[in-house]
């Protein structure tokens, strides 16, 4: 039987009921619990196989909620707020003590977002608590994009994925800290590097060589299928070199054919970086289905969304 539905009102009454319900946002699909209690917390944890050092994202309604939450905010992350919300932006923020260590793995600060998505900010006007809700995968897997994903995964240990369609942006939400009052970029995502610049100027991305605990979806090991996975400046040469290998192949726009190849995921013929940050990871979770010997992936272009995208590619073939 399927997990999968749109009732909201019963997703109301189980995660009231501090149980678990994976809910659709415009980035993956989140495991979402009350952020206030403390069996949902831990079940998300449990769930996921996460380990209790990586914090969770706060998922508000609206910006009215933030004061519950977080005792300070920046100049810049104003400016941040009010130029991405409700969107794919999260800010690393200094914490309220009301909210529970185990959310924030003990730190002084908060993740929080307002996710873009109909469903899911439905869902939250009903509540009256924000969702902690981390990507709805096993702890290193892919994301899920699909209410199905989420089903395959998780399908013994939750009791409902809330309907919401396909997820629009498709890649993580992109996470911003501060520094001395100033920005930093913890995590590439659905929003472009550009896109923040032309609202807080020049950005850093934080260290990302370091396997900190500061955002461990810095982990050089993240998001990776369970197929071996290669990422290349040429296909074509790529394929031929492995012959006798039953290969997936990951294009950004063009078709390549070899004997070898057994099956081609086209991300946007159009060269379209935002349609192909939306197909990457329901490109990755079909050729992962098919049991090959590898996945080999083109690497993007290396700016835009592009860079998001080689990010999730490069932590996939750790
Ligand atoms: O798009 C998204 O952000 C999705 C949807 C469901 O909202 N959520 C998501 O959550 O990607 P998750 O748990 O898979 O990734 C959250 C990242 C982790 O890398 C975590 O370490 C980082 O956010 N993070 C959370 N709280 C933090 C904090 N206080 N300081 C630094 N990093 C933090
Ligand atoms: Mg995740």
């Known amino acids: 039987m399927t997990i999968i539905s749109d009732n909201i009102t019963k997703a109301v009454h189980i995660l009231e009921s501090e149980d678990l319900v994976a809910i659709p946002t415009e980035t993956v699909y989140g495991l979402a619990g009350n952020i206030y209690s403390d069996k949902a917390i831990r079940k998300i944890f449990e769930v996921k196989r996460r380990p209790l050092f990586n914090p969770l994202i706060v998922h508000l309604h609206s910006i009215e909620k933030l004061d519950a939450i977080v005792s300070d905010i920046p ?41 873009n998505h109909p469903v899911a900010l439905e869902l939250l006007e009903k509540l009256s608590f924000p969702l902690a ?3 709805a995968n096993p702890f290193n897997c892919v994301s899920p994009t699909k209410a199905i994903h989420v089903e395959n995964y998780f399908k013994n240990s939750i009791r409902m994925v809330l309907e919401g369609g396909d997820c629009k942006n498709g890649l993580e939400s992109t996470i911003i800290g501060f520094e001395n009052g100033e920005p930093l970029i913890y995590r590439l995502g659905s929003i ?11 950005i850093d991305v934080k260290n990302k060589s370091k396997d ?20 290349t400046d040429n296909l074509d040469s790529f394929v031929k070199k492995y012959e006798n290998k039953r290969i997936g192949v990951l294009s950004f726009s063009k078709s390549v054919s070899a004997s070898n190849i057994e099956q081609i995921e086209i991300l946007s013929k159009s060269e379209d970086l935002k349609e ?23 690497r993007f272009p290396d700016y835009g969304l592009g860079k998001s995208i080689n990010d999730r590619l490069e932590r996939a073939t750790k």
């Open 212 to 231: 900190s605990p500061d955002a461990p979806g810095m982990l050089a090991k993240h998001y990776a299928p369970k197929t071996k996975i290669y990422l």
């Open 133 to 135: 809700a981390p990507s």
């Open 276 to 298: 192909a940050a939306s197909k990457l990871y329901g490109a990755l979770h079909s050729l992962d289905a098919l049991n090959l010997d590898m996945i080999v992936a083109q």
């Open 75 to 115: 100049p810049k992350a104003q400016l941040l707020a009010e130029a991405f919300w409700p969107g794919s932006l999260t800010l690393v923020l200094k914490k309220k003590s009301s909210v529970p260590d185990i959310i924030t793995a003990g730190k002084e600060t908060v993740a929080v977002r307002i996710p």
């Open 192 to 202: 472009s590097i550009e896109e923040i610049e032309d609202v807080v100027g020049k």
